[in-house]
């Protein structure tokens, strides 16, 4: 019989996270986050510690900080929630580490070398710009808004890896036949609200984003916030369609179209998400009656 925790299990998904990590970016949170439920603290601390650093060695530093900055956030989302707090804590506290960790990293080299951050910044995202042209000429590209929404970029890539990691955990469990997830967390998924705040946050950086008032800080600062208020309402918005589909039996096909629509209309989601502050769409599903089970 083969045993759900077993090294063999252990190696592949450490591989997975190892092959995802240089080849897709975030999905590499997938397996890292199954190997961190199943297999404890300690062996994820050590081991994707230890394959970032090969990637150190092996001079490819990108993904040696990639696979860092993963690894503290699925570590540090796993021990908030082991307390007891919820997604939008864990995720929150994982998401401010992460930052905190990109911030002193950042720090440091710009001490090392010299540079200056802007310069930087710039001479990457002329270098993102020129290579998505070469896939898509017809694409234009403000190499200085991009700049100016680095910030919001990298929070939303960190919101994203955690996502996915949270929502595919299950699926790719059922691969390595090893534990899955508790149904709680995908209720608690299901359950994910923002705080009230930030319906007046998202305003405010409307306002400071798109009003002229003139003040070019002002602005980059709301472009920034309003920009991760949308990535944050469209997982708001997710969670209420997800709801929808277990209140009235939304059956396996009709979910995978759904999802590549949600996906499709983004913005769509979002604004879902934004307006169930006043509507509350998923207390009135639960007022509703349940929906008679589909004949075989």
Not at 269 to 292: K, L, M, N, S
Request: charged share 15%; glycine share 6%.
């Amino acid at each position: 019989m083969v045993q759900a925790k077993s090294p063999a299990k252990f190696i592949g998904l450490l591989a997975l996270a190892a092959v995802l990590a240089p080849t897709t970016g975030i999905l590499a949170a997938i397996p890292m986050r199954v190997l961190r439920r199943v297999f404890g603290r300690a062996p994820f601390w050590i081991a994707f510690l230890a394959l970032s650093a090969a990637f150190f060695i092996g001079h490819a530093p990108d993904k040696g900080v990639l696979v860092l900055l993963l690894t503290v956030l699925t570590g540090v989302y796993a021990e908030v929630e082991a307390h007891g707090e919820g997604v939008f804590v864990s995720g929150l506290t994982a998401v401010c580490s992460s930052l905190g960790l990109t911030a002193v990293a950042a720090t440091l080299w710009l001490m090392r070398s010299g540079s200056s951050l802007i310069a930087e910044t710039k001479a990457y995202t002329a270098q993102m710009v020129a290579e998505m042209a070469q896939v898509n000429p017809d694409v234009q590209i403000d190499t200085d808004t991009l700049v100016r929404t680095m910030p919001s970029a990298i929070v939303i890539t960190l919101v994203l890896a955690l996502a996915i990691g949270l929502i595919w955990d299950r699926v790719v469990a059922v691969l390595f036949r090893v534990p899955r997830a508790p149904l709680s967390v995908s209720d608690s998924l299901r359950a994910f609200v923002l705080p009230d705040i930030f319906v007046w946050l998202t305003t405010a950086s409307i306002f400071a984003a798109y009003y002229k008032h003139g003040n070019a800080l002002a602005e980059t600062i709301g472009l920034n916030v309003f920009y991760t208020m949308i990535a944050l309402y469209f997982f708001q918005g997710v969670a209420v369609i997800g709801q929808g589909f277990r209140t009235f039996k939304v059956g396996p096909v009709w979910q995978t179209i759904w999802a590549v629509m949600m996906v499709l209309q983004f913005y769509a989601v979002a604004f879902v998400g934004f307006v169930d502050f006043w509507v509350d769409f998923r207390t009135r599903f639960q007022r509703r009656p349940a929906a008679p089970e589909p004949r075989a």
